[in-house]
């Protein structure tokens, strides 16, 4: 299969053939015809080749694997549970392990690792956000994690006009348009997807974080935007400990500082260090230029939205009614 995420072309190859309609889930939406793929991805079902690997000393370790480099290869072992093996110079990348949530995860955060390296290397903006689109207008909200971002995604795609862009992580580009970026939304409570339908849902028991549920996007059909919106609205965010919902006016100073948190730096964001790091743990310092470059277009979407505060209770669907409702008498 071929997916292609505004301009990321990558061929996914599976063995064996019927994994591959479900790891490729979560980007159905960019599914492609034939194309020229720039990345090609192999993933098997089966043991990695520990035994044909070379003995060579770990270059540097994340928490989630050990990352060893040889001969222009880098070897990324997740303790025993797989390998993602990177040929940089062919841009092929080898997905081995028999658990098929290893596979699933692993292609998953490998995708998300690459179109963030695409997006720095083409100047566009990844926002850690939730992003509605509303009458032709594109609404930011920044939530912090565990916030409820999934939650109240799905109370607004309840409310008729309103539509989601992305859940987690929408794209800016160079002239300042949003792009949809829907993958999957995903739930730690099954019992909030209870009314949803078993052939839309599926689970992922994550590497480090455990069993979560994940809703496919197809079961909103129609209500996933799939236009890019130039037109914006950013919500700074804050939790209340205690008190009610409330929207008030902004400043672009205050909305740049959000940005700074979750574009610029872009704390919840994936950034795969294992992929992005090629040389050495130096190499990180290189990315100065690339958060520069960040900054700049941060201060765009700062500048061109109209910006506003939303103090977040405890009550999610409280949420997203003050949410709703200050959405439809402003626009």
Known sequence: MIIDIHGLV???QCNPDNLLEEIIRPFKFFLSKEK???IIVNIEQKD???NSFPGIKASFSTPRNIVYKHNGQKIIDYFGKGVVIEDRAESKYHIYGCDTNFLYEAFYL????LFGQFCDMKGYLRVHA???SYKDTAILLPIPPGGGKSTMAMAML???GFKLISDDEPMVDNSGYIHPFPTRIGTLDKKKIASIPEKFVYRIDRMEFGLKYFIDYDYWQDKIEDRPLRKSILFISHRLLNGEPSIQKASRMNALYSLMRDAVIGVGLYQGLEFIIHNSSWEILTKVKIVSKRFIKAVKLALSSETYQM???RNIEKNAEVLKKFIENTL
């Open 10 to 12: 990558i061929k996914i």
């Open 36 to 38: 020229v793929p720039e």
């Open 48 to 50: 990695p080749p520990y």
């Open 110 to 113: 490998l995708v998300i690792s």
């Open 130 to 132: 939730l992003a509605l």
């Open 158 to 160: 309840n409310v008729n």
């Open 311 to 313: 103090n977040l209770s």
